[in-house]
């Protein structure tokens, strides 16, 4: 057994971490090339100890020959094959693989005997990376069981049968983990994108209802006010005129939010919201305090803070004797608090207005509660939320099951380490009996062992530990204690695992001192067994078996902590693709909904001049209004749900009716033929927002829109006379947010967008894409 220190006439057998996305994150794959690097060292040593251990018991050359072979095959297969991430391993090679390693592991036992009965262990590991986990544990426990039958058979003493299913059961488990390393640093890397699609599509639906308190009231208040006009047209003018003044001040409020939600959603600011609900309730006559005491926050917090304020804020403005209204908002570093409280009381009319029951399962979600109070002097909303620690877990979330330590893969991986170390420590004990029958000897052995193992599952190997920290320094201090004190009471009969003072020194201390120590407790095994007259291979026996053991300990409780590590970088990584979410779903608000909000204000406007002159047209006009607030609404619903595929012919006609509604002389030529839908629904973007940057400028008179399919391309020209006296110079080109946003959308499809002022000077916004 690996780092069990014996004298050498004993047979032994081994045992075998950034936030956001600044840039690509090298350490996934900095993991796999240590990973590597450590099973290569243990195999290599296994093979080495295994040479030596034959040796040293008298095999003959033929049998260290046998020896070599089956075990520089094995070790190869592992490294080569199962240690490979991309092997498939539910397939029928992998199943051909298993019977020649059954066949290897169980084969040369016929001819070689006892020397080779520890090559089942190899099979042992690898049935648990094939199999699924029921038929696998169950092999395994086969693979471990069967050694009982053929020690009987070789005629072994108890202990060592005891000893060799022990190596069997430890050694398979380490085969397995450490083969595991490699792939499941792979896996997770590979799963982050998989992981932040799915945190996306999540968004999405929360999105949809952020949208409509958004956008939604605006475009409805513009169609409830466009009905109310149509009804006053010919009764009460005077008043119909009023009213479409309130709708084209609506309609351009409208306008403004979708522009800045374009720069970036504005939900995400909970300063912002702050200022936005204070200066609500100050038009509302009710004076309002803000005390807002917060750092950064993950972007999750900060989106459930923003929405329980809003709604907060709503439900106060709902109670008609509200005067005064606090806001308080207190961070420390466990949790962030958001406190509502005004004077004011619930509506009389009994009508249930809480916004409690809408916002509590968001809130609880991130682990945090949520209550309203009713008491004399008014209402409180009240709000908490945990934060997450520096391994991205908060003790709720951590009791809610979202705890990297209770996720599934990680607990099967800290239960497979504790049984590898626990048999480490069965075994260091098995040896102890092969040198003392003593009671008290046994017993001292046995209670430092204990603590060892306990030490070094609850904290050492615990992925949530900060290790390199007082009480992580402190707890190695007592570790070294614990392995070498026993030494001065038991001396030549010593037995116990250095080694994991070795891998536990990687773990905790800096790189340069953790090799340093690493390299101390080996040459102190080194000494000690030399000042007990150990011959030389002895020496290097011991010195090769806690190397080992001290990487197997590093390995096996780093991969506890990689995976812990990589499930934080993958939240985080689904963080940022959750704000590029929200900034595309802004985006395309701005594409879809400017044109449209750009023609209700325009429209507006004319309906109010015409009334007067020619109430028909005023009529006609208000129609279109109508039925442009409702196509805004279904498009409002439509970014919601994804991108919605649009109608290059149709979005032509409809920037046809705008432009002509703004006097603007309109020149048409539109050769389409068919075109892919992608690329239809591309060039109707860039058509809207050109329109919709054509209306912004009072002064032009004249624009053509030309659609024309050129050697395998398609050109969307946009060209007006409005750029001013202020235009730069012919052959610049112009940039802007929405420029940008429709140059991605271009670029997507492997076009280019191009937005300058041209020789005659006036402004083209071009377009071409391959079809």
């Known amino acids: 057994m690996t780092g069990v220190l014996m004298p050498e006439e004993n047979r032994i057998t081994i045992t075998a971490q950034p936030r956001g996305a600044a840039g690509p994150d090298r350490r996934p794959r900095q993991a796999v090339h240590i990973a590597n690097a450590i099973v290569t060292v243990v195999f290599a040593g296994y093979f080495a100890v295994q040479l030596y251990s034959a040796s040293k018991s008298g095999a003959t050359t033929s049998t260290l020959v046998g020896l070599a072979v089956v075990t520089g095959t094995l070790v190869a297969i592992q490294l080569f094959y199962f240690g490979r991430p991309s092997t498939q391993l539910r397939s029928t090679l992998s199943h051909g693989v298993l019977v020649l390693q059954a066949l290897l592991g169980y084969l040369p036992m016929v001819f070689f005997g006892g020397d080779l009965d520890d090559m089942p262990s190899f099979l042992a590991g690898s049935v648990l990376l094939v199999l699924r986990p029921l038929p696998g544990w169950i092999a395994f426990g086969t693979i471990v069981l069967s050694m009982i039958p053929i020690e009987m058979a070789l005629d072994t003493a108890t202990l060592d049968r005891l000893y060799d299913v022990l190596v069997v059961l430890v050694t398979g488990l380490y085969v397995y983990l450490l083969t595991q390393l490699s792939r499941l640093v792979t896996g997770l890397n590979d799963a982050r994108a998989e992981l932040a699609e799915g945190a996306v599509a999540e968004e999405r639906l929360r999105f949809a209802s952020d949208l409509h308190d958004l956008l939604g009231m605006g475009l409805s208040a513009i169609a409830l006010k466009g009905e109310l006009t149509h009804r006053l047209l010919r009764r009460a003018p005077e008043r119909a005129r009023a009213v479409l003044s309130d709708m084209t001040g609506i309609a351009r409020r409208t306008l403004s939010d979708v522009r800045s939600v374009a720069s970036g959603y504005r939900e995400l600011s909970l300063e912002g919201e702050a200022r936005i609900a204070k200066s609500l309730l100050a038009a509302s ?336 006009e208000l129609e279109d209004v109508l039925k442009l607030s409702r196509e805004a609404l279904a498009d409002v619903r439509s970014v919601a749900t994804g991108y919605r595929e649009l109608s290059l012919d149709q979005e032509s006609r409809s920037a046809q009716a705008v432009l002509a509604a703004a006097e603007v002389e309109v020149k048409m030529d539109l050769q389409l033929g068919e075109l892919p839908k992608p690329v239809t629904t591309v060039l109707a973007v860039v058509l809207r927002e050109g329109v919709t940057n054509v209306l912004r400028h009072s002064k032009v008179e004249q624009c053509d829109i030309a659609v024309h399919r050129i050697n395998g391309e398609v050109r969307l020209d946009i060209v007006n006379d409005g750029v001013g006296q202020a235009a730069p110079k012919p052959g610049t080109e112009i940039s802007g947010n929405g420029i940008r946003n429709l140059s991605d959308r271009v670029s997507a499809l492997g076009g280019e967008l191009t937005a300058a002022v041209a020789e005659d000077g006036r402004f083209r916004l071009r377009a071409v894409v391959p079809v």
């Open 285 to 620: 006559d009710v004076e309002a305090e803000l005390d807002l005491d917060q750092s950064d926050l993950p972007v999750q917090f900060r989106t459930v803070l923003t929405t329980v304020l809003r709604e907060g804020v709503t439900h106060v403005l709902r109670h008609s004797e509200v005067s005064t209204c606090r806001i308080t908002v207190r961070q420390t570093d466990q949790s962030v608090t958001l406190d509502i409280a005004s004077d004011g009381s619930a509506p009389s009319d009994g009508e249930d207005t809480s916004p409690v029951g809408k916002l509590t399962e968001q809130v609880t979600a991130l682990g945090g509660k949520i209550s309203l109070e009713q008491r004399d002097g008014g209402t409180r909303l009240y709000t908490v939320l945990p934060l997450p620690d520096e391994h991205g877990v908060n003790a709720k979330a951590a009791r809610a099951g979202q705890d990297p330590d209770t996720q599934p893969g990680t607990k099967q991986t800290r239960t497979a380490v504790a049984l590898v170390f626990s048999g480490m420590c069965v075994a260091a004990l098995v040896h102890l009996l092969y040198l003392t029958s003593s009671p008290w000897q046994i017993a001292l052995t046995g209670g430092y062992l204990a603590a060892l193992l306990v030490l070094q599952l609850s904290f050492f190997s615990r992925p949530t530990a900060r290790l390199q920290s007082r009480q992580g320094y402190g707890l190695l201090f007592v570790q070294a204690c614990l392995i070498f004190l026993p030494l001065i009471q038991l001396k030549a009969n010593w037995v116990s695992l250095p080694g994991w003072l070795a891998g536990t020194a990687l773990l905790v201390l800096r790189p340069p001192a953790g090799w340093t120590v690493f390299a101390a407790v080996v040459a102190g095994v080194v000494w000690v067994r030399a000042g007990f007259a150990a011959d030389p291979q002895g020496i290097v026996f011991n010195a090769v078996a806690t190397v080992n053991t001290g990487l197997i300990v590093f390995a096996l409780s780093w991969m506890t902590r990689l995976a812990a590590e990589l499930e934080t970088t993958r939240r985080r990584l689904a963080e940022v693709a959750v704000a590029e979410e929200r900034l595309r779903f802004a985006r395309d608000l701005h594409d879809l909904l400017g044109l449209s909000l750009s023609a209700i204000a325009l429209k507006t406007e004319l309906t109010d001049r015409m009334l007067p002159v020619d109430p028909g047209r005023a009529e006609t």
